[in-house]
């Protein structure tokens, strides 16, 4: 088997624009906009004020590799991939998998998901040029986590350094130079 890869999310960074789901649907659902065929889908979190790409991690052991009819197969790349020939929309996929990312087509009533377009993703393409660096990424599964930690460390030194250069921590490190000279002050005895 060659490289596997998967698609990367960062989540944080996700603005929930649906460029990503659009572009898809289009791509792959017949030259249409809309939700209900696309292989990835954006899910709005009012409440918790996020936006969540939800999109098929093709899973080394798939617990969505359930079918009754043999509709579902892992191609020489590990992409789990739906054979909608022998696909009788019987949703067992649907509900077995654990990240929500395979949906029934709404014309069809056949399973749907992710691909990864052959090797080249149209949703992390359109992410990365409207949202540079682009929160969607196709990332070698070797790779798995390593731009997560690096974002994740970009943002604490940028939180870090906003720290240090904040007003607060210029009244802290006054409040500590004092107390150092009192207490130098009180080693030599000046203190009254």
């Excluded at 359930?66 to 191609?75: E, K, L, Q, T």
């Amino acid at each position: 088997m060659t490289e596997k890869y998967y698609i990367e999310i960062d989540y944080i960074d996700c603005c929930g624009c649906k460029l990503c789901e659009q572009v898809c649907a289009v791509t792959r659902g017949g030259g249409v906009v809309s939700p209900g065929t696309a292989r990835i889908r954006v899910e709005v979190r009012p409440t918790l004020g996020v936006d969540i790409p939800l999109v098929c991690q093709h899973c080394e052991d798939p617990p969505c590799y359930v079918c009754p009819h043999g509709a579902m197969f892992i191609d020489n790349k590990g992409v789990v991939i739906i054979d909608a020939e022998k696909c009788i929309g019987c949703k067992q996929c649907v509900d077995m998998c654990p990240f929500g990312a395979i949906q029934i087509h709404p014309v069809t009533r056949k399973a749907i998901k992710c691909d990864l377009c052959g090797g080249k993703p149209k949703c992390v393409e359109v992410c990365r040029k409207a949202h540079p660096p682009g929160v969607l990424r196709y990332v070698k599964v070797s790779n798995a986590g390593k731009y997560s930690r690096d974002r994740w460390a970009d943002r604490l030194e940028k939180q870090i350094v906003a720290a240090m250069n904040s007003p607060e921590a210029a009244r802290l490190e006054k409040h500590a130079k004092a107390a150092d000279d009192l207490k130098m002050a009180a080693e030599k005895g000046d203190v009254a």
